[in-house]
């Protein structure tokens, strides 16, 4: 299994960006997804993940800004990421999970200055 992130990038403080994971070769109809981001010096957390059916999770600091999609037929899943500010800051990386097997993508950098 192969994952790609994309979408990654340096914008101002209430900017908006749009994260975008492509899964290669791997099950994805029953599946769970998620983005993780890791700010320097911090450890990895959670940011959002999505199941196949649709069951959202937000961590607390994102709820009512961003929004996590995938499309199952496409094998992709999106991180829309509005009203951003500099503490949204880090390397954020996907993460695929089918029962026990799990994987991380590369990571993208998205960087907000303020």
């Known amino acids: 299994v192969q994952l790609q992130a994309s979408g990654g990038g340096l914008v101002q403080a209430g900017d908006s960006l749009n994260l975008v994971c492509t899964v290669s070769?791997?099950?994805?109809?029953?599946?769970?997804m998620g983005w993780y981001r890791q700010a320097p010096g911090k450890q990895r957390e959670l940011v959002a993940s999505?199941?196949?059916?649709?069951?959202?999770n937000y961590a607390d600091s994102v709820k009512g800004r961003f929004t996590i999609s995938r499309d199952n037929a496409k094998k992709t899943m999106a991180l829309q990421m509005n009203s951003l500010t500099p503490e949204d800051s880090g390397v954020y990386y996907c993460?695929?999970?089918?029962?026990?097997?799990?994987?991380w993508g590369q990571g993208t950098q998205v960087t907000v200055s303020s």
């Open positions: 999505m199941t196949s059916r649709g069951e959202r």
């Open positions: 993460k695929y999970w089918y029962r026990q097997f799990e994987t």
């Open positions: 070769n791997g099950h994805f109809a029953f599946n769970i």
